[in-house]
Structure formats: C-alpha cells, structure tokens
C-alpha cells in the first residue's frame, strides 16, 4: 500500500514538473518571438540609430535578410540592387551601411585608430588550435604579424620568383597544346585550368611543394576542399550572429558535412607539417638546401630578434595558399571571359602581344608590366569582375565615425559597394562596356564623377590591412628602372599567364555563356561555372 501511495506521489511530482517544464518553455519562447518582433518593429523605427538611412523593409527589419544571402553567396548582386534603387549610403541589415562614394573608402578602410573588421566574413580560429592568421588577428596582433610576415613577401613577390611562375605558365601552355592536338579540338575549361596553375604556383611559391595539378589534371587535395571549407564558413557566420556556435552545430552536421569542414584543414597542416620538418633537417645539416619560399622567409628572424612562431607560419601559410591562388586564378577566368566577350579587345591585345614576342622566351615578368593595353586589361577586368566584390566590413568605434560627411553611430558595420561601383553609370562611362582605354594612363580618362578609375576602386583594398600580394617594390628594384606595378605578386602572375596564352592561341568561347557572370557565387572567394574554350594553336 506504502510503495503503491509513493508511486501516485512520484507520478503527480513528474506530472508537475513537466507540465511546469512545457509553461515555461511556452513563455519562454513567447518571449523571445515577443522580443523578436518588438526588435523588427524598432528596426524599421524612426528610433533607430540608422533609421535615416534607406534601404529595403525586409532588410532594414532584421539580419537574417541578409545572412540568408551571404550563406547562398550572391549578398554582393543584392548589395548591387538595393545601391541602384536606394543610392550611394544604404542600409543592408539592422546594423550594416553600404557606401559607393569612392571617398569613403579611406575613411573606412585606412584610418588611424582602424575601425575594427566583423567577426562574421572569415573563419576564426578559436576551434582549430592554431593563432589567429593576419586575416582575423585583433590590430595589434595584425600589425605585428604583417611586419615579420612583410619580408617573406618584399622578397618573394617579384623577380626571385619568375623562374617559378615562368615554369608553369610554360607547363600550362604545353599542356593545353598537348590537349588541343589529341582531343580535336575538345573545349576546355579554362575555370579549371587556371585553378591547376595557379595552385601549382603557390604551391612552389609558398611551401616550395609540387602540386602537380598541370601535371594530374587535378586539384590538390588542401585546396580542393578550400571552397567547399569557405561555403560552410560562409553558413557557420550566419549562425554565430545569432549565437549558435560552430560546436552547438556540429552534432546536427551529417559526416559527409563534417569531412567537408575538417578535410581542408588537416590536409593543410599536414602539408605545412611537410615542409616545417624539411626546415627543421636542412638546420640539422642533414637535408637539401632549397632556395627560399614564403614560409621559409616567414620562419627568418628579424634583425630586433623577433620571429613567428611556427604555429604562426602554419596558420598564416593556409591563408596565403588560399589567397594566392584561387583569386588570382578567378581574375584570369574574369579577364578570359569578358576578352572573348569582346572581339574588339581581344583583337587589340592580340596585336600587341603578338607583335612585342618573337618567341615566347621573351615573354618576361619585365616584358609584360612595360605592355600598356595588357596591364589596363586586366585592371579593366577587376573592375566589372572584380574578386573582392564584399571586402571585409568594419565596425564604427562607440562614439561613432565621421563617413562622406555624415556622421554614423557606432557599433554600425560598414563596407564599400565595390561590385555595384564598378558597373555604376554614376562612376562610370558605359560601364556595361569592357573598355581597357579607360585605365590608359596617356589618355587620363576621368568618369562623370571627374574621377579617375583608379581613385573609384580599390581591389586590393587599401591601409594596414590591405592586400599583401599587392606590394609595393622594394627601393633598390626601383632604381634599377622597375615599373611599380611590377611588384603586384597577383597581377604580374595574371599578366604573364594572359600573355603566353594569347602568344599560343587563338581562343573562342564553347557556345554563349550568357549567364556565367549571373551564375557565379560569392564565399569570400568565387564560386565559378565552367568556361568553355575552343583553343587553336596560332601557326606563324
Ligand atoms: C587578383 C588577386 C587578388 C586580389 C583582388 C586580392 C584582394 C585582397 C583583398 C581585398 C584583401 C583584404 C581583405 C579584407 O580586408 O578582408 C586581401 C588580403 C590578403 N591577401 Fe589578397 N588578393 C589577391 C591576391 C593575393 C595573392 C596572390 C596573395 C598571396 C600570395 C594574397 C594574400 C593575401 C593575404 C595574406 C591577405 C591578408 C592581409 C592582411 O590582413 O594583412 N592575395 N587580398
């Protein structure tokens, strides 16, 4: 009777609590969909800090707006839509601004002290055992890695490199040479191409490794997994803007997911690992003294005694491989395409490297940066495609920032619209034209704006943390008559690649492609179609 009164108790206690338990979970989230609307209402009210600034309901309303575009990788085109409805300052999410007044691109990117950059654009390395690389590092963590990661690149970014460069855009000619003889003529597609050479690149480059990507026809196994790594990043940022971090995710991630998020990643320690040990047996005395590549030059010690740990190298390594090669590569997809897009262009640049190479060994990193319509072409082509179309945005400091004149609340992300600013008629003449002129420095083409292209857009991104492939050439290389573009480590890749392959080939698109820009994503890195190319040997 006593055990059977207990069980009765126990039963009404459990009825209790769990009834108890559904109550609360009821308020609770009657609460928080009380709270979320109450935050929309205030979002679109005229007492929000940002509520001057226009912009689209839905995306003024709440953050999922635009997150939910980020994640599906084509934010940049919405950015793009709402500056041509809305104008030159608008309003992308509760608390982010889009500007296109080209004078904020200072007052956002290069100003002293630096606006802070959001959290939500690139990974963090809190989960993965490694420091912070130069990308997310707080500013003065930054500002120490970049000065004793500088060298590697003063060093590395210009001529101690074009025996390396030289060599795979040869092995990509040949190999294409090789294709077109024994497929009859099969398209190719040059997405692809372009991504095996310039991975091997800075594979040599970087790790003093071979890729072999050209030589196998296919992608290394760290960067094959680079955009399919970057796309969950993209999604797991969304997430943590809302508080669900990458560890709350993990146990609802399938294994297919999982493998996808973490094979990037060991495969990129491992071949850094590679290459740490042959460091480590070369000082040993008992290896092969190789010449010196990026991350040899990043291990050096500085003169004051200062280095990078090799924890530092490893994390900074992964980003540069990434960084070097697939933006790279997508310019030249971006150049190839619009140049097959416009015969007239395509004619001219033909002429002009057809006419300044006897043979292809004249082709040189010095040769190419003294080509004028070469170096505007591909200028012309970050323009309408360019491959930050979303650089990194910044926060606005607690008091607030002064931007084109107005004053923006702080805690407001901010970021330039570069995509729509190249295509803006505001900016520019016919900017649904692919017209290299316009970069041509004799003929000093200002747009309606009195501007010159080159004060309109900054692909590099500009200040402390912009881009450090782009560097500016060491004095003494200067003084021996060096042009300073020369030493853009990207753009003298993209131009020697171009130049070969005009040299080699008459080249036509493989049917219209009508939507590949339309078709292409945006992760931080591109996602990109196929490109079809019918390629013909040139016979002289
Ligand atoms: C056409 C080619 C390229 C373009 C358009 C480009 C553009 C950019 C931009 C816009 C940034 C700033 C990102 C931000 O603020 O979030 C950046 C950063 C960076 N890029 Fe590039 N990049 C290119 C090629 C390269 C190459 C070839 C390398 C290396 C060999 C490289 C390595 C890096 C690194 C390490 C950073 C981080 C720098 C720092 O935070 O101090 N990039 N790049």
Redesign the pocket.
Known sequence: MDSRNATATDVAATWHYASLAFWYSVYAASAIVGFSILKLIYNISPFHPLSKYPGPLLWRATRLTASWHQARGDLYKCIDAIHSKYGPTVRIAPDELSFTNPEAWSQI?NTRPQLQ?TEF??GRADERKLPES??MANDAE?ARL?RLANPA?LTAGILEVEPVMQYYADLLCNQLLHEVSHARSQPQDMVQWFLWTLNDV?GK??LDQEFDCLKLRRMHPWPKFLLRGLKNIAIFNQFRRFGITEKMLVPLMSKKQLEARDNFFNEAVSAVDRRLAREKSEKAGDGEKKTPD?VGLMLREMKDGNRLTEKEVTA?SI??VG??AE??SS?LSGTFYHLLKTPRVLKKLQQEIRSGFACPKEITIRATSNLPYLKATVEES?RIF???SY??PRTTPKGGHMITGDHVPGGTYVSMGQWHMGRSGQLFDNPKEFRPERWLDELDVKGPANLRPDEILK???LG???????QRVRPALIQCGFADELSR???T??RLVIAKLLWHFDMELDGDHSTWVEDARFYVLWELQPLNVKLTPVRR
């Not at 402390?464 to 782009?470: F, L, M, T």
């Open positions: 990117y950059k654009h690139f130069l990308i930054h970049r690149f800075i480059l970087a990026i900074n980003l540069i960084g070097g933006t790279t310019c970050l360019p491959i930050a650089i990194t692909p590099f991104s402390p943390r912009n881009c450090i492939g782009k480590l990207a753009l890749e993209a």
